[in-house]
């Protein structure tokens, strides 16, 4: 299948700073990309969906000023959350689709986010 | 009350066996059921994926659809140690744009 790359799978900041998470399609052009969050026990949630070159859409209850999505080429969407805070620790995973089907949505591998 | 219901495990059964797993809903708009696999520190894969009610087999796996009981199941015959992922549900209404997903259940199959 595709490869979707996401990048860093891991990453430890302090209370206040802001954290760029990259998600790529190495071998493909993505139409459209989606973020996702994950805490704890619980199931993945779906924060905003992004097309190349206009502004994500982001679900209800999703701060779109916290959470700044940039999609700025047919392979490549960043995540910066800005301003993070412990209670913005989660496992974050970004998907890309080529075209039209279950079968053309790929995930990455995810990023966990710890804030200090 | 969450729109999708799996039991977050965990399950551990021994190799050879049958395993099942489920998942309910509650939004009768939903149309997609798909399975995902996930190995430890990877993204997703899609298993399987169904439109509407039935049943839909490949290879060793078959997935169950009955949308009178808002009821979706996984069955994976011949469980093989590879097996051991976390499956999760999800679905939509309205295809690959909003998927929702269940808590993921951890299988362990052991030797």
């Known amino acids: 299948g595709a490869v979707v790359s996401q990048h860093p799978s891991w990453v430890i900041c302090k209370s206040g700073t802001s954290v760029k998470i990259e998600c790529r399609s190495l071998?493909?052009?993505?139409?459209?990309m989606f973020w996702y969050r994950q805490f704890p026990k619980q199931s993945l949630m779906l924060m905003a969906t992004?097309?190349?070159?206009?502004?994500?859409?982001?679900e209800q209850g999703v701060e779109k000023d916290k959470f700044l999505i940039n999609h700025a080429s047919l392979t490549l969407s960043t995540l910066t959350v800005t301003s993070a805070h412990p209670e913005d620790s989660s496992f974050y995973i970004c998907?890309?689709?080529?075209?039209?089907?279950?079968?053309?949505?790929?995930f990455g591998s995810g990023t966990q986010l710890s804030v200090l | 009350q969450k729109e999708v219901e799996q039991d977050p495990g965990p399950l551990s059964v021994p190799e050879g066996a049958i395993v099942s797993l489920n998942c309910t809903y509650s939004?009768?708009?939903?149309?997609?059921f798909m399975w995902y696999r996930q190995y430890s520190r990877k993204g997703p894969e899609l298993l399987m994926y169904?439109?509407?009610?039935g049943n839909k087999e490949d290879g060793r796996f078959t997935a169950q659809v009955d949308k009178s009981s808002k009821y979706i199941s996984l069955f994976i015959r011949d469980s093989q140690p590879s097996d051991s992922a976390t499956y999760l549900c999800?679905?939509?209404?309205?295809?690959?744009?909003?998927?929702?997903f269940g808590q993921g259940t951890r299988l362990t199959i052991n030797p």
């Open positions: 998907s890309a689709i080529m075209g039209q089907g279950f079968e053309k949505l790929f």
């Open positions: 071998d493909f052009q993505a139409t459209t």
């Open positions: 992004s097309n190349e070159g206009s502004k994500a859409t982001y």
């Open positions: 939004n009768s708009a939903f149309q997609y």
């Open positions: 169904t439109y509407s009610s």
């Open positions: 999800a679905m939509s209404g309205q295809g690959a744009q909003k998927l929702v």
